[in-house]
């Protein structure tokens, strides 16, 4: 049995999640990228598209200093909010 597109998100959500639960001190802190080790920094952006969730990462400022070029300009087309887009 495979998975439906809905159990497929949520499964890249839980990633997502905790991916970023892994550089917070705690879960209402903002995530800590400086601390990020290099998988999440390439593939996080990924599971976020797969989630639904990358306007909020790409709106992260700093997320964007230390995200990894290759995987993330793919990514900037998945953008839907406005402040994602700019």
Do not use: K, N
Not at 45 to 53: F, G, I, K, M
Not at 69 to 82: C, D, F, M, N, V
């Amino acid at each position: 049995m495979t998975a439906g597109a809905d159990e497929y998100r949520l499964i890249a959500d839980a990633m997502v999640d905790g991916l970023l639960d892994s550089i917070r001190q705690s879960r209402s802190a903002p995530p800590r990228w400086d601390a990020a080790e290099p998988y999440l920094l390439r593939h996080v952006v990924a599971h976020a598209v797969e989630a639904q969730r990358v306007d909020a990462l790409i709106a992260d400022l700093e997320f964007l200093v230390y995200a990894d070029p290759e995987t993330l300009l793919p990514a900037l087309g998945w953008a839907s909010s406005q402040r994602a887009r700019r």
